[in-house]
């Protein structure tokens, strides 16, 4: 669970806001008495002193925002556009349009200039072309306009000395400087190197910049046996993020994410050779799975919102199987052995999933009438089929905590509890005589299964403690051999990203 943070630049003590749980994508009042954010699919604000947060607008999976001394908002949204509420709250409208057909997917980070009606925004776009620092305005005077290539977060910054801007923008992986004329919109004079590295940066009129790093979240995968004893290691580190076996146990997918560019690609490997080779034209792919004779790979794409496939040996083409929708995000966590059936998970935020399900053959043409189970938590509950497509385990927060439970599919007649103390990203033994599943703790769990007088009974009990990286995109970190023996598991390497905070006094002093 993530939760907002206050310290002062005089002292090294963190006060951690109690009413701002799952927070992300903080942004400062222009007096600095109150702070805005993103949790649980809504935009809140709440004083900077603490207290209860207000609920501003619904806001699905926003990305940076800013508020301007006129009472408004900007917020951006993941895989869609700048949207815009008064800071007193109401519905929010859009005020950017994604050009889709140009290769745009998503408008994050926008920022007011001081006007308070002309504001910049980071186009996201897997053409280099397309990407950058654009400008629009409120009142949709000032035409889009880019005014930099970029490759990620912003700023707009003051020489306190000069009193002349700089944007500070991202540029191949460094951050580079350039003179900003806020009023005419238009940049001027050479671009310089600030910092030789990238990073989220936010920066205050004083001349005091701050920059948390951006770095590869490295990580490894490493085979297990029962015991939790290392017994390999597959490829070599990088930042994984989600990892599946075929059924035959001759294959490997897994999710690779590149932090700079934001890209995540599907990667496969016959097994014991290891050698891990590209798979998915698609660079915004996530959630692989594997089709039941182990010839083909589904996986999701998050900019288009499909669901697609691809048969491995030989290699095909990247097919589409159906429209998912880009909002709320859906991801397809497992197809079912006789391919009818698909289960997923309808995101509206890290904290609050449902698991739903859809029959892939119903003949539709308006896109996938998905059904609810009634089972709603946070990431990671993964449903999934049990081999035999009669059960489906998922994890849920009907206590109020993740725990993992199994219904009878599709009627759900049965909801037997498995989990005692906690438990998330549930995987299926090949035979259906167990469920593995983490526990809250991190260890990973087996649970004998057994199927009674009609009724499933569980029997669940501690393996080892995983050590597995935790944030995988929504999808699995660890996969299962077909006998229940062995673990592939994505296991923590490094967190550089999640620590390194640095504050710089003086900024323009580097372009010196």
């Not at 085979?223 to 990892?243: M, S």
């Not at 927060?397 to 990203?425: A, L």
Request: charged fraction near 25%.
């Amino acid at each position: 669970m993530s939760h907002l943070y206050l310290r002062r630049l005089d002292s090294n003590r963190l006060v951690r806001l109690e009413g701002a749980r799952y927070a992300f994508s903080p942004f400062w009042s222009p007096d600095s008495q109150h702070i805005a954010f993103a949790a649980e699919a809504k935009l809140k604000r709440m004083p900077a002193v603490g207290g209860s947060p207000m609920v501003l607008c619904d806001a699905v999976d926003a990305r940076g925002g800013s508020w301007s001394r006129n009472g408004d908002i900007l917020f951006g949204t993941a895989y869609q556009s700048v949207f815009h509420v008064s800071a007193s709250g109401g519905q929010a409208t859009p005020v950017t349009q994604v050009d889709r057909a140009g290769g745009e997917n998503s408008h994050w980070f926008p920022l007011f200039l001081p006007d308070g009606n002309r504001f910049l925004y980071d186009v996201k776009a897997d053409d280099p072309e397309k990407r950058g620092v654009y400008l629009e305005s409120l009142d949709h005077r000032q035409p889009k306009r880019r005014l930099v290539v970029a490759d990620g977060p912003f700023t707009v910054a003051l020489d306190p000395e000069k009193k002349i801007y700089c944007l500070l923008s991202q540029q191949t992986g460094k951050i580079a400087a350039q003179i900003f004329d806020v009023h005419r919109g238009e940049l001027s004079g050479p671009s310089r190197i600030l910092l030789e590295r990238p990073g989220m940066l936010s920066v205050s009129d004083t001349g005091v910049l701050v920059i948390r790093k951006f770095g590869q979240d490295l990580s490894r995968l490493v085979w297990r046996d029962r015991t939790g004893r290392e017994v390999g290691v597959l490829g070599g580190p990088a930042d994984y993020e989600g990892i599946h076996l075929s059924q035959d146990d001759q294959f490997v997918a897994v999710t690779k994410q590149d932090q700079v560019s934001g890209q995540s690609k599907i990667w496969i490997a016959s097994l014991p050779d290891g050698k891990l080779e590209p798979l998915s034209d698609s660079n915004r792919a996530t959630n692989p799975t594997w089709s039941v004779d182990s010839g083909t790979v589904y996986y999701n794409d998050n900019r288009r919102g499909v669901l697609l496939r691809r048969r491995v040996s030989p290699q095909g083409a990247e097919e589409v199987v159906m429209e998912t929708g880009v909002a709320p995000r859906t991801r397809v966590g497992d197809i079912s052995r006789d391919g009818r059936y698909a289960v997923a998970e309808l995101i509206a935020d890290a904290a609050h999933s449902e698991a739903v399900w859809t029959d892939l053959k119903d003949g539709s043409n308006s896109g996938p009438q998905w059904h609810s189970i009634d089972a709603h938590g946070k990431e990671g509950m993964l449903p999934s089929f049990s081999p035999d497509g009669r059960w489906l385990a998922f994890s849920s927060m009907q206590t109020g905590d993740p725990e993992i439970y199994v219904m009878d599919f599709p009627g759900g007649s049965q909801r037997v509890r498995v989990s005692t103390d906690g438990g998330f990203k549930p995987r299926w033994r090949r035979d259906g005589k167990e469920l593995f599943y983490l526990a809250d703790d991190g260890s990973m769990m087996a649970a004998k299964m057994a199927v009674i007088n009609g009724w499933m009974t569980a029997e669940p009990k501690r393996l080892f403690d995983a050590n597995l990286k935790l944030h995988t995109n929504y999808d699995a970190n660890y996969a299962v051999s077909s006998d229940g023996q062995r673990f592939l598991g994505i296991a923590r390497e490094s967190s550089s990203r999640d620590v390194d905070i640095q504050m710089v006094l003086n900024w323009p002093s580097l372009l010196l």
